[in-house]
């Protein structure tokens, strides 16, 4: 069976080596262009903070660090290039991989005439001379580097963001990261230029002009023949320049090399798409433009793009350990792979698990959203025990106003703690807590604080519905903490965001639970323990709940005890 290539590294350790390599230098970015920003106070201060810089960057360790970690990243971009069976990307890898291969030509200069002659005990740059080098000759140099600066950046933030984005934390705080991400640039360019300019104006108010020869002093003084700082310049476009051209001899000989030079992958809804050998069947998708959902880019960690294999003429490559863990977590059928792992070399029949929805955005946030991700959150169940008895004896007009009073009181209650109403079912309302940015603790807190409002309010609004309808509304509550997959549910305009999952049936098994045991509230032992709240004197029991193997310890709270946590 013929393997296909993965030269070098596996995809898993390729995969967290670009991601370390990638944040130490995303590191050193954000600390270079914070330094820039300074310059707005003033250029001494900036050059002050520089020197700090320089201390953790410019040391043995920091600089085996930064330059590794930059040769890390450039090969692995080539693995990636040579792996790539063809280059039909999505608009936003796209621009990350252009923007990663201008780096190296926008930087280059500017890394050399900074770094070199220090190296050498010569010069070191300071701010003072770095700013007058941007501003003064023709301006190119100036240019390129704010291209660099919005390059590198641009670059930085789209891989900091495909990796970090599904990480619980993240929707937290990908508003101030969003903020960060367009200030930091911006103060550090407009921080440059408002010092150029005023060097300048200061130079014309002594009826100088501002050269070039002033501002650039390292590459003036690099008379020695090993600071032949354009050589050394050349020499590292040389090397960019051969690496790329080896990816691309590289590939060609992959196509000659190959006899049997293309396969035919057969989608089970129709469409049928030759490609070369050893292309992924999600690679295939792009090629011949299926939809086909891949929530990750192609890193083997979503699973939503998996596929059956319906028929193939020849065995498939074995799944990777990285496509063996995912499948494992997902429970998938024997006959279910990854298709952006999956490379056949012999035609296959595909059937695609996971189709978007119509209209569906392949590569947005909102296609995130959609295809739903696993989230710790505290759902909350909350009903009226002795319904069925008040509407029995009440007119439908009556019911419905009664309703929609009760509804506005678990509504508020619920919005105030900060919570979400997920959904009205009948006389039963469901909260969730904790769906985008609160730490679970937080969130076991709001859903019980929602809890004890709700107990109040209720009891309030019993006063009023007793003189008018003679009716006494009693309430029932479950409430439980763990994992749910949360995403956008639904069609057209009756999508919405909510939680499905083991966690959702418990919550509302344990408002049966309240109802069972004729108390206010069931608050599952998870919730009392996250919560980091007194629960002494409170009864519980052990309790067992249909679908579960193993039994449960419930807090069963009356409506006094409840309101404790208001
Ligand atoms: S696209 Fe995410 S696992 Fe394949």
């Given at each position: 069976m013929l393997q296909p290539a993965r030269p070098f590294l596996p995809d898993k350790a390729a995969h967290q080596l670009g991601i370390a390599s990638g944040i130490i230098l995303f590191a050193f970015i954000s600390t270079h262009l914070l330094n820039h920003s300074l310059t707005l106070i003033s250029v001494d201060?900036?050059?002050?903070?520089?020197?700090?810089?320089?201390?953790?960057?410019?040391?043995?360790?920091?600089t085996l660090l930064l330059y590794g970690s930059f040769l890390v990243h450039f090969l692995l971009a080539l693995r990636t290039l040579y792996l790539r069976r063809h280059m039909r990307l999505p608009p936003r890898m796209m621009i990350q991989v252009l923007f990663g291969l201008s780096i190296p030509v926008l930087i280059a200069q500017h890394v050399i005439s900074a770094r070199v002659p220090a190296l050498y005990g010569q010069f070191d740059s300071t701010y003072w001379s770095v700013i007058r080098g941007m501003w003064t000759g023709n301006g190119l140099f100036g240019l390129k580097m704010v291209l660099a600066v919005i390059v590198v950046w641009?670059?930085?933030?789209?891989?900091?963001?495909?990796?970090?984005?599904?990480?619980?934390?993240?929707?937290?705080?990908?508003?101030?990261?969003?903020?960060?991400?367009?200030?930091?640039?911006?103060?550090?360019?407009?921080?440059?230029?408002v010092n150029g300019r005023q060097m300048e104006t200061a130079a014309e108010a002594r009826g100088q002009v501002l050269t070039a020869a002033d501002g650039n002093v390292a590459r003036h003084q690099a008379s020695r023949p090993q600071l032949d700082l354009a050589t050394i310049e050349r020499?590292?476009?040389?090397?960019?320049?051969?690496?790329?051209?080896?990816?691309?001899?590289?590939?060609?000989?992959?196509?000659?090399?190959?006899n049997a030079p293309e396969i035919r992958i057969t989608y089970a809804h129709g469409p049928q798409i030759r490609v070369p050998r050893g292309t992924s069947i999600l690679e295939a998708s792009r090629i011949g433009?299926?939809?086909?959902?891949?929530?990750?880019?192609?890193?083997?960690?979503?699973?939503?793009?998996?596929?059956?294999?319906?028929?193939s003429d020849g065995p498939l490559a074995p799944p990777s350990a990285m496509e063996q863990a995912t499948l494992l977590r997902i429970r998938a059928a024997p006959d279910t792979r990854l298709s952006c792992q999956t490379r056949?070399?012999?035609?296959?029949?595909?059937?695609?698990?996971?189709?978007?929805?119509?209209?569906?955005?392949?590569?947005?946030?909102?296609?995130?959203?959609?295809?739903g991700r696993e989230k710790e959150i505290v759902v909350l169940f909350c009903d009226i025990r002795n319904f069925t008895t008040i509407s029995e004896s009440r007119l439908p007009y009556d019911i419905v106003f009664l309703l929609n009073r009760y509804f506005s009181v678990v509504g508020r209650a619920v919005e105030e703690a900060k919570g979400q109403v997920d959904k009205f079912?009948?006389?039963?309302?469901?909260?969730?807590?904790?769906?985008?940015?609160?730490?679970?603790?937080?969130?076991?807190?709001?859903?019980?604080?929602?809890?004890?409002?709700?107990?109040?309010?209720t009891e309030k609004l019993n006063q009023e519905m007793m003189q008018e309808f003679g009716v006494d509304l009693r309430i029932a509550i479950g409430i439980h903490f763990g994992p749910a997959i949360v995403g956008m549910i639904g069609y057209g305009k009756v999508a919405g965001l909510t939680a499905i999952g083991d966690t959702v049936n418990v919550g509302s098994r344990l408002e049966a639970v309240a109802k069972q045991f004729n108390v206010a509230v069931a608050a599952?032992?998870?919730?009392?323990?996250?919560?980091?709240?007194?629960?002494?004197?409170?009864?519980?029991?052990?309790?067992?709940?249909?679908?579960?193997?193993?039994?449960?310890?419930?807090?069963l709270l009356s409506a006094d005890d409840a309101k404790r946590y208001a």
């Open positions: 201060f900036a050059d002050d903070v520089l020197k700090i810089f320089k201390i953790i960057w410019r040391n043995p360790l920091g641009v670059h930085g933030c789209i891989g900091l963001h495909a990796a970090m984005r599904f990480r619980d934390w993240f929707p937290r705080w990908a508003p101030w990261l969003f903020a960060l991400a367009i200030l930091l640039p911006t103060l550090a360019l407009v921080g440059v230029l020499r590292i476009y040389l090397f960019f320049g051969l690496g790329l051209g080896l990816v691309v001899v590289l590939r060609a000989a992959r196509s000659i090399r190959r433009r299926v939809d086909h959902y891949s929530v990750c880019g192609g890193k083997g960690r979503c699973s939503t793009c998996r596929v059956r294999i319906v028929d056949p070399d012999y035609d296959v029949t595909v059937a695609l698990l996971l189709e978007p929805p119509v209209g569906g955005d392949l590569y947005s946030g909102r296609q995130v959203k959609q295809a079912i009948g006389d039963g309302v469901m909260a969730l807590f904790g769906i985008d940015t609160t730490e679970p603790s937080e969130a076991c807190r709001q859903a019980l604080r929602a809890a004890a409002t709700i107990v109040a309010e599952s032992e998870p919730i009392m323990l996250l919560a980091h709240v007194p629960y002494d004197g409170l009864s519980s029991r052990s309790v067992s709940l249909k679908g579960r193997k193993t039994s449960m310890r419930v807090y």
